[in-house]
């Protein structure tokens, strides 16, 4: 018990962590206020020493306050390294650019837009009419082929092969050489063959 005794005698009463802790943390600040050219507050204040109220520690807890007022205000009012007028004139001038260019690329872009459905149109169109002349060509295609067919005498079967064959010396599209069967389509045009 010997260990208890030792916090209950007026030496250790004396000693109090959280006392030496402020005692500390009011050193650090007055050479902090110091360096930044406030007056040191006192250092003898002792919040623990008796529980009525001290008016010199409210003068002094005063004076920290607005020690700290001081510094915090004095830190708040700090310029932070305003751009030059010509950064600033810059900046404005490049959104103006960059809101007009954004405008123009806008229509621009309902330019070629309409341009494109404009294009479209005109191609379907032009499809269109390809495609009605395709089938009327078609259509009269089948009609003379389907006269011709109901059209069939005895002998003209040479006439008809040579028909659709394509007698023009300047056609290159074969590769191989079908000059002697030309030949002999134009002799049975002119000499058919007799039946017996």
């Not at 004076?63 to 700290?68: D, L, V």
Request: hydrophobic share 30%; net charge negative; aromatic share 6%.
């Amino acid at each position: 018990m010997d260990g208890f005794d030792a916090f209950d005698s007026p030496a250790a009463a004396e000693i109090d962590p959280a006392a030496e802790f402020l005692a500390q943390e009011q050193e650090d600040l007055a050479e902090l206020g110091e360096d930044m050219g406030f007056n040191s507050p006192p250092q003898n204040m002792d919040f623990f020493s008796s529980n009525e109220p001290n008016t010199e520690v409210k003068q002094e807890d005063d004076a920290i306050q607005n020690g700290m007022e001081t510094l915090t205000n004095g830190m708040g009012n700090i310029n932070v390294r305003e751009e030059p007028e010509s950064i600033k004139k810059w900046k404005i001038e490049q959104e103006e650019k960059l809101k007009l260019k954004d405008e123009n690329e806008e229509k621009k872009r309902k330019e070629l837009k309409e341009q494109a459905k404009q294009e479209l149109n005109d191609w379907y169109k032009h499809y269109e009419e390809q495609l009605q002349k395709t089938k009327e060509n078609n259509r009269s295609a089948e009609e003379t082929f389907v006269s011709e067919i109901n059209d069939i005498q005895p002998g003209t079967e040479w006439e008809r092969v040579a028909k659709q064959c394509d007698f023009s010396a300047k056609n290159t599209r074969n590769t191989k050489d079908v000059s002697r069967m030309r030949g002999i389509l134009l002799q049975l045009k002119q000499n058919p063959p007799t039946r017996e």
